[in-house]
């Protein structure tokens, strides 16, 4: 069966630290991989996405996310977190044409 | 602004009442997918159209529906609502066969 896996469900980091969401997936075949964050009381925004060629992508607000193809993963990092990344993340993923599938998020708390 | 419009952002009704939450896509976005959103079970899918038709329905009670008009607007019909409907209902559409999807905001709905 199709699933995607955030193993964390809640993160604590600290301002200027570094952060690492884990996103593992399980498809037949090699989905499009994409990170969302959802601020409270807003939409999804995406943060990036992969389909195809580099294995690691660049996204808004200095998020990276590196596609590992032989750990089915698609871990989301950022080098120094700032307290507006407060937020919950979502790992999704997906086939062409098709609605995507969610893992169960992330929260992250930024400390001072 | 992710150009997804969704109406109305909150909601209050009662148990065996019935609503409508309304979705007006990005400009030029064909497909509309809606997604409910509960701390339990997370981001569900519940159902796609494009252009008008249903492309494929997730996890969608009978007691929903929903439909695609010819503007590319889209409405979910909840009825006979249950204490457990309560949750954040999105929509969000897309272009592109790529999966990236932009969301609205959702529309909070609260059954008592």
């Known amino acids: 069966a199709q699933s995607v896996t955030q193993p964390d469900i809640h993160i604590t980091v600290s301002e200027g630290a570094s952060l690492e969401l884990r996103c593992n997936y399980s498809y037949g075949a090699t989905p499009y991989l994409f990170w969302y964050v959802q601020s409270p009381g807003q939409g999804l925004q995406l943060l990036l996405k992969?389909?195809?060629?580099?294995?690691l992508v660049q996204g808004i607000k200095g998020f990276e996310a590196e596609f590992k193809r032989s750990q089915s993963s698609f871990n989301l990092r950022k080098p120094s977190l700032h307290w507006s990344d407060a937020a919950e993340y979502f790992c999704?993923?997906?086939?062409?044409?098709?609605?995507?599938?969610f893992g169960k998020g992330t929260s992250l708390l930024v400390t001072p | 602004d992710s150009g997804v419009t969704q109406t109305p952002k909150h909601l209050i009704t009662a148990t065996g009442q019935r609503v409508t939450l309304r979705c007006s896509p990005r400009s030029g976005d064909l497909s509309v997918y809606w997604y409910q959103q509960s701390l339990d079970q997370g981001l569900q899918f519940l159902i796609h159209y494009y252009n008008g038709e249903e492309r494929a329905k997730g996890n969608i009670l009978e007691r929903f529906s929903a439909q695609q008009f010819p503007d590319l607007h889209s409405e979910l019909n909840l009825s006979s609502l249950e204490l457990g409907d309560s949750a954040l209902y999105f929509c969000a559409s897309s272009r592109e066969n790529t999966g990236e999807l932009f969301f609205g905001e959702g529309s909070r709905l609260t059954v008592l």
């Open positions: 999704a993923v997906g086939l062409s044409g098709y609605a995507l599938n």
């Open positions: 992969y389909f195809s060629g580099d294995t």
